[in-house]
């Protein structure tokens, strides 16, 4: 971890942080924790996609990291500081405390883009409503990707994931953002180290169609988020529990901005 990232860890324990100790910073730690440590009503918008706990399967998958006929997968080892597999349960409740903690940070006005994946457990689908529900679940958008590899005779090749718009009552969208459709075919994430990103046009979706100012991404992995937030003129706050993953979208947002010419917001050194 960089000495920046230890300060950050620090700071964010204090009883009083200040917002900027936060902004366009990558911080190492528990999503929860930090969340808790900001003020209620911070953050205009967030846009994530968590663990999707994949390797927790009755099927011949990734199932208990054994690998099955998907030995190659980049996710077979889990994330750095996240094995991904948890009891289904303990994941529900855990993904639901994290929801819980983006609703209280988010403003009257903010919303959540929350990417998710179905998938067949057991024979039947398991459609994540047990993670959502109680939370104000605006809509569901479809994000289409390209297909992929589909060893289960039982059903068709899944070649889309979802995206829950979890939206406070004031939310809305930008000018003429309501024109665009509820389904976004927008191609996988390529030459990326992370085990499981997405696109960087994925999340400026989510983000050019509103008016909001501070993205957050509690599971910032690699740092997409920044990066999609940096290119439409928005400031950033990112949370990972891997030391790793923030160095790694440390470095990617620093090349980034050096071949962009963007603005060098996240790389002042705050006291």
């Known amino acids: 971890m960089s000495g920046k990232q230890k300060d950050m860890?620090?700071?964010?324990?204090?009883e009083s942080p200040n917002m900027s100790d936060f902004i366009n910073?990558?911080?190492?730690?528990?999503?929860?924790?930090?969340?808790?440590?900001m003020p209620p009503g911070s953050i205009d918008l967030i846009v994530t996609s968590p663990p999707y706990n994949l390797k927790n399967s009755t099927g011949n998958g990734m199932k208990d990291g054994r690998g099955g006929k998907w030995s190659n997968a980049a996710l077979m080892n889990g994330y750095a500081d996240h094995g991904d597999n948890m009891p289904h349960d303990e994941y529900v409740a855990w993904q639901r405390k994290c929801l819980t903690a983006m609703m209280r940070v988010l403003k009257e006005d903010g919303a959540i883009f929350y990417n998710h994946k179905w998938r067949v457990q057991g024979g039947l689908l398991q459609d994540r409503s047990d993670i959502v529900e109680g939370f104000p679940v605006r809509q569901i958008i479809i994000w289409r990707r390209k297909?992929?590899?589909?060893?289960?005779?039982?059903?068709?090749?899944?070649?889309?994931?979802?995206?829950?718009?979890?939206?406070?009552?004031?939310?809305?969208?930008?000018?003429?953002?309501?024109?665009?459709?509820?389904?976004w075919e927008i191609g996988q994430e390529l030459n990326n180290p992370h085990p499981a990103p997405f696109p960087v046009a994925f999340a400026e979706r989510c983000i050019g169609a509103t008016e909001a100012k501070l993205i957050l991404d509690p599971f910032m992995g690699s740092g997409t988020t920044a990066l999609a937030a940096l290119n439409l003129g928005r400031e950033y706050i990112g949370v990972d529990i891997a030391p790793a993953y923030c160095e790694m979208a440390d470095q990617r947002i620093k090349k980034h901005v050096a071949q962009t010419k963007l603005p060098l917001l996240q790389l002042e050194e705050k006291p």
């Open 9 to 14: 860890s620090l700071s964010v324990s204090r």
């Open 25 to 37: 910073r990558n911080i190492a730690g528990d999503c929860i924790k930090v969340m808790s440590s």
């Open 147 to 183: 297909g992929g590899i589909n060893f289960n005779p039982g059903y068709f090749l899944p070649t889309y994931e979802v995206v829950y718009l979890i939206a406070k009552p004031k939310f809305k969208l930008a000018s003429k953002a309501n024109a665009l459709g509820d389904v």
